[in-house]
């Protein structure tokens, strides 16, 4: 493999894209094998180590990747499993932009079966054991004890060259959201009914349930159930049971049986996990027994034409009929055929209460299609939340939302389930709630309070950050750079911005928010408060300081001289000309640094504001005081005729007087001498 | 019952100008003095009291005739037509103490040009001088406008115009 790899390199064409000056990837020469319908590979080097045999995946979604997954596996040495070297944004040719690459070791051989393949070549339970359970077991355990889940364990997911032999190896994990790619088949019931995005990120339980649907495919060659629809693959295991259902009849390999029986054991709490598989391999017969299957009703209820023997089943169809359940519901049919027929007092009390908006923090009223989700969630608490075509298990909240991105009638959705407490209402059913389920609680709380907040920053954008820690930011205007993070953002802002607008969009202020460590609630309400020019160009510019001030974010010359631009009414705010002219020379010398908090502190100097403040308003009154002194002299001239003739006469008098007085003396002088 | 009163402005009416006018007790005490300076004169300096008849007469008109109530036209007349006559009364108080050399210096008409000449010089001055105050107000008036407008340059140049526009608003 490492000298067909380093041949492949002599022979690759020039154009190949380079990411982290590390990993050389080539467009020209596409893998197959390896591609998802995700995710596209390709050839790639290491120039680390040349001889490692190593591809890309180059993602074609706006699905967050599993970084969390690629920082804690990176760099292990896991034989079974592909590795991940190196990730990030390249710039893609095919793609007009740039899309994210992860960079994995190449696993030998071929896939064990194609995307979609029905009927696989059964392996001999001899071979599974050496080849597939002694080392997958090791591996589960390993990623067990890191607390990472795959969720990606399927038979077109596992490369082996059985010519030849040699380890078999595990495909990625990382280009989607946990279990994105799987089917329902290799899913649990729960986390199967949720949305593909939003399955979530499960235990390990759920990798031992995958491994164990693997597990029986490729003893037996297939299952009937791989040829069904996602939701008749999930009637049939509600009905029979997963193992049932996946065996269809058949006899698997006696020697398996027990570890499928342990396996597909649909509850999760008794289903097999690391120590009982090391146990059965260790020789220990342990003889599982399947959980009892839920039990039926005597008569079944109709939804939609169809007949419903199962609380399950009945809630699968009522989120499947979600228009027609609202009046199901309503008429109490549904709550008599619990009482009566199921003979489940207690839940169809729970049916009955789902009317009710009770507690401090009830909703104010139940909508229809809220009573019908809080419904469902009572038959079926196990299953994800639904709310219409949103469903999601609560550690998939983030995948789901980030896939309505381009779907506004689904957040839609999302926004009213959260407003309607449907995860607060989720832990109410429980008397003693597991922990993981408060969490749940408090993650309803965090989500209602984003978006009981209209202004930029908040609302379901801020939700979709919270939630996806890793999610790069979706605003149109730096979607091309994939920023998943506040320097790439704000480097990307300065190469994208422009004039003409303020740089800061919903996606970008709850992007900030979600992602600085520090409060920024003020900032955030400022931005909402700001109407004038220079409010808002102001407090734009604060939030961007502080986020480069707090991440020490490269210096961005760009988007301060864009704000120098748009800083004429922050300018003109400053009522002294002089000044005006000094702060506008020291901002454009500023600008060459590239940093908004010196820029800022320069525009919006509050000595200056001060100074400007008390001198214009003195001014001011100078100003209104000579004008009025003006006016009055102006309006004196019309009257000045008689002001003179009366000052007039007074001088007269007063010469008069003078005068006499000048001659009295006179003439006494001229006399006496 | 509460009476409710109202002042000439609220009636509408106008208020009645009052004239600045002395004390009635004031005045009648200056007349009095007057009227014993004039009877004391008349016993005792009766030639003197026969010139300042002759220079009484153009200050006398001019109260009459002068409207204003400070009689500056008195005034002005007065003192220049007494300063006229001042010469003639000393000569008699120095010289020749009789009536009938008051008489004589009554007959030469040069005297009664000299007296009249100074209430005259009087009337002039009086209706001269407001020409000179107007001239006066207006060159001050002139003055103080344009060093008003020139601060209010000053600061519209350095506070720009809409210092101009919020003083015009208020």
Request: proline share 6%; net charge neutral.
């Amino acid at each position: 493999m490492a000298s067909s790899s380093a041949a492949a390199r002599e022979n690759a064409p020039a154009d190949s894209v380079i990411l982290a000056d590390r990993f050389e990837i080539q467009p020209q020469l596409p893998l197959l094998d390896l591609a998802h319908a995700h995710a596209s590979a390709f050839a790639a080097w290491d120039s680390d180590d040349p001889g490692l045999p190593v591809y890309a995946l180059i993602i074609e979604h706006d699905l967050p990747v599993r970084e969390q997954q690629l920082r804690t596996l990176k760099g292990t040495r896991k034989p079974a499993l592909v590795q991940p070297l190196g990730w990030g944004p390249v710039d893609w040719p095919a793609a007009g932009g740039r899309r994210m690459a992860v960079i994995l070791t190449r696993p030998a051989g071929r896939r064990l079966a194609e995307p979609g393949q029905v009927d696989l070549i059964a392996i001999p339970a001899k071979q599974l054991l050496s080849e597939f359970i002694t080392p997958f077991a090791a591996l589960l355990r390993d990623l067990g004890d890191m607390r990472v889940t795959h969720r990606n364990i399927r038979p077109d997911n596992l490369y082996s060259d059985l010519e030849k032999g040699g380890g078999w190896v595990l495909g990625e994990c990382f280009s989607a959201p946990a279990a994105y790619a799987q089917s329902a088949l290799h899913e649990t019931v729960e986390r199967a009914m949720a949305m593909r995005e939003g399955r979530g990120h499960g235990t390990s339980a759920d990798d031992y349930y995958a491994f164990g649907v693997t597990l029986a495919l490729l003893a037996m060659g297939g299952s009937p159930l791989s040829s069904l629809t996602d939701d008749q693959v999930i009637a049939a295991k509600m009905e029979q049971g997963s193992y049932a259902a996946i065996i269809a009849g058949r006899r698997p390999p006696a020697e398996l049986s027990e570890i499928l029986h342990g396996l597909l054991c649909d509850d999760r709490d008794t289903r097999w996990g690391a120590q009982e598989l090391d146990n059965w391999l260790l020789g220990g017969r342990q003889n599982p027994s399947p959980p009892p299957l839920e039990s039926q009703a005597g008569r079944g209820f109709y939804i939609g034409g169809e007949e419903y023997k199962t609380i399950r089943t009945a809630a699968l169809a009522l989120d499947r009929n979600w228009d027609l359940a609202a009046t199901l519901i309503k008429d109490d049919g549904l709550e008599r055929w619990v009482r009566s027929c199921v003979k489940d007092t207690a839940r169809a009390d729970a049916i009955v209460s789902c009317r009710v908006s009770a507690g401090q923090n009830a909703p104010r009223m139940i909508s229809d299609d809220l009573l019908v989700a809080r419904t469902i969630t009572v038959l079926d608490p196990n299953g994800p939340l639904r709310f219409r075509q949103f469903s999601a298990m609560p550690d998939g909240f983030g995948a789901a939302l980030a896939a309505t991105t381009q779907k506004p009638e689904i957040a839609r959705l999302f926004l009213e389930m959260i407003s309607g407490m449907l995860p607060a209402f989720r832990v109410g059913l429980e008397q003693n709630p597991k922990p993981s389920l408060l969490s749940l609680q408090d993650l309803g709380s965090m989500l209602r309070r984003h978006l009981n907040q209209r202004g930029p920053g908040y609302g379901v954008e801020r939700c979709l950050y919270e939630l996806n820690p890793n999610l790069q930011c979706l605003s149109p205007r730096v979607a091309n750079y994939l920023a998943t993070d506040i320097p790439t953002l704000l480097s990307a802002m300065d190469a994208e911005i422009n004039n003409e607008e303020p740089p800061i969009d919903r996606h970008i202020a709850a992007f900030l928010a979600a992602r600085l460590r520090d409060n920024v609630d003020r900032n955030l309400n400022e931005i909402a408060a700001a109407s004038r020019p220079a409010d808002i160009v102001l407090s734009h510019l604060r939030l961007l300081a502080l986020a480069q001030e707090k991440v020490a974010a490269p210096p961005l010359p760009n988007l301060c001289a864009a704000f120098l631009a748009q800083m004429g009414p922050v300018i003109d705010d400053y009522g002294n000309i002089p000044l005006r002219k000094r702060v506008s020379q020291a901002a454009e010398k500023a600008v060459q640094q590239g940093k908004l908090a010196a820029f800022l502190a320069i525009i919006d100097n509050q000595a200056n504001r001060q100074w400007d403040i008390g001198n214009g308003n003195r001014a001011g009154a100078r100003f209104t005081k000579a004008k009025a002194e003006i006016k009055r002299l102006i309006s004196a001239n019309e009257h000045r005729h008689l002001d003179a003739e009366k000052l007039g006469h007074r001088w007269a008098a007063s010469l008069g007087a003078i005068i006499a007085a000048t001659a009295v003396a006179a003439t006494i002088y001229s006399q006496m001498s | 019952m509460a009476v409710t009163t109202k002042t000439a402005s609220e009636n509408g009416a106008k208020p009645r100008r009052l004239a600045r006018r002395p004390p009635a007790g004031r005045v009648r005490g200056f007349g009095l003095v007057v009227l014993m300076a004039i009877a004391s004169t008349m016993m005792f300096a009766l030639p003197i009291f026969l010139i300042l008849v002759v220079a009484s007469v153009p200050p006398l008109v001019a109260y009459f005739i002068d409207r204003d109530s400070e009689k500056y036209a008195a005034v002005a007349v007065g003192t220049l037509s007494l300063s006229g006559a001042l010469p003639y009364i000393l000569d008699l108080w120095l010289n020749t103490f009789t009536i009938r050399e008051a008489v004589l210096i009554l007959a030469d008409p040069y005297t009664w040009l000299v007296i009249y000449g100074a209430a005259a010089a009087g009337w002039l001055m009086y209706f001269m001088l407001p020409i000179a105050a107007h001239i006066y107000l207006k060159m001050s008036s002139d003055h103080r406008i344009a060093i008003l407008q020139k601060e209010c340059e000053a600061l519209v140049k350095e506070w720009g115009s809409a210092i101009g526009d919020s003083a015009e608003k208020s």
